[in-house]
């Protein structure tokens, strides 16, 4: 059995990107329809189109500037944040309702998990387009001039060893553990904009898990 390794990458694969956004995408399909934005299909029509010419708005090369496809992440992340949070609000409409709601219990769960790990995903997303100024550009600049301070990159790199760089799988593992954690694990936001983002995504996390979930489970008791 092949044993999988943290190798160097020459440059940040948008295929992992793309992967990821495909189970967002599911997810969004999957939303009981009462949390829906718009129609059910519009929004993930949107976000695949958007997905498709991230591949064409992206330089081959590893060091680079591209306005349009920094416009094109951001695009992305406007649509996926816009129909995740109006979800969102729907469900915390629907608690405040209480007995008058006219949603299920397992209807909520569903849209509670969905929300979360939509939100894991999303900020995963954003986390790898910010930092630094995003894949092609912060690989030129110092762990200084960075929005988050990896492991990795506290040990300074030799002749025999490139200098390592966080692809999209790295920032998506630090969504996931602020999610779960509601705080940073082992890898640290050190720009006030990384912090916000982390206290947003957190506070999220938390109305979409410890407030709606526990509702739900209480509707179905």
Aim: charged share 15%; proline share 5%; glycine share 4%.
């Amino acid at each position: 059995m092949a044993i999988l390794k943290n190798k160097h990458h020459d440059s940040d694969p948008v295929w992992h990107l793309q992967l990821t956004m495909v189970i967002a995408i599911i997810l969004q399909l999957a939303l009981p329809n009462k949390f829906l934005f718009g129609s059910r299909y519009l929004i993930p029509f949107v976000e695949a189109l958007l997905l498709v010419a991230l591949s064409f708005t992206t330089p081959k090369q590893a060091v680079y500037r591209a306005p349009l496809r920094r416009l094109n992440v951001f695009l992305l992340v406007i649509v996926t944040a816009a129909a995740n949070f109006v979800a969102l609000g729907l469900v915390a409409e629907q608690l405040l309702q209480g007995k008058h709601a006219t949603i299920t219990g397992h209807n909520l769960i569903i849209a509670a998990v969905n929300i979360f790990l939509t939100n894991i995903i999303l900020f995963g997303l954003l986390y790898w387009e910010l930092d630094g100024g995003g894949p092609g550009m912060r690989r030129g600049l110092t762990k200084h001039e960075l929005d988050f301070w990896y492991p990795q990159q506290q040990i300074d790199s030799s002749d025999n060893q490139p200098r390592w760089h966080p692809t999209f799988v790295d920032y998506l593992y630090v969504s996931a553990t602020n999610g779960m954690a509601f705080s940073p694990t082992d890898t640290m936001p050190v720009s006030r904009r990384a912090k916000v983002l982390m206290l947003v995504q957190a506070t999220v996390s938390l109305v979409a898990i410890a407030l709606v979930a526990s509702r739900a489970v209480n509707i179905l008791t």
